[in-house]
């Protein structure tokens, strides 16, 4: 099985000038964790994902001690979170994102997600984006892949 077999070709994407706001507002109407960020000629230049946006809002001393035990309401981080819906994808986008090719094996994309802490990898032809391979369709091709395995399949 490869990436080409799991992939979402319909992708939704967001350019580097784009907002937080915004993109914040696409993943929520389409249900997407994660956005490739891509230029007007459909280069991949990085993504961008909520876990990423939200760990924007701590201050550094908490994504190291992440103890919030008796804090109560945290105005640092609900400060954050208001000014930074202004600010643009380019400066948040995680830059050094890997990409897998239709053609690679679906066992080295999971690699790639593991290695990278990543829930999704851009699937790209060249170095236009042509799908994304999510945790999710890994494990539908898992799925799908034993239940042709089974006996009366």
Known sequence: M??????????????????????????RRSGHGALPVVDGEGKVLGMITDVGIMSQCLPEYLKE??????????????????????????????REVPTAEENTPLAEVAALMTINSLRHIPVVSGARLSGIVGVQDIIDGIARGARKGEPGS
């Not at 490869?2 to 993943?27: C, S």
Request: net charge negative.
């Open 65 to 94: 001690v992440g103890d919030l035990y008796g804090t109560g309401d945290f105005p640092p981080f609900e400060e954050r979170v208001r000014s930074l819906g202004g600010a643009f994808v380019r400066d948040l986008m995680q």
């Open 2 to 27: 490869h990436a080409g077999d799991v992939m979402t070709r319909q992708v939704q994407t967001v350019a580097p000038e784009t907002t937080i706001a915004e993109a914040v507002g696409i993943m």
